[in-house]
């Protein structure tokens, strides 16, 4: 199990996440058009499976953002 410095669980994703100098939760979630229980629970559950849909709202939010990732290698 990952945690991050706070000691919260975090997901790959998430630590993906927090890695990324440009990007955080609140853009993706405004690029994505996700809800902010969604994309939190993306970060922080790892027990979390997102539909299909989900993840290609998520993959065209972060083609918004300009990053170009596979959000299976995540998930």
């Known amino acids: 199990m990952l945690f991050n410095k706070l000691g919260q669980k975090r997901t790959k994703f998430g630590y993906w996440i927090d890695a990324q100098k440009d990007i955080n939760q ?3 979630i405004n690029a994505s058009g996700m809800s902010k ?3 939190y629970r993306l970060c922080n ?3 979390f499976k997102p539909k299909y849909s989900t993840v290609i709202c998520i993959n065209r939010g ?3 953002l300009k990053k ?3 959000i299976e290698d995540f998930i």
Do not use: N
């Open 26 to 28: 609140s853009k993706l």
């Open 37 to 39: 229980g969604t994309i």
């Open 45 to 47: 559950d790892p027990e």
């Open 62 to 64: 972060l083609k918004k």
């Open 68 to 70: 170009s990732v596979k």
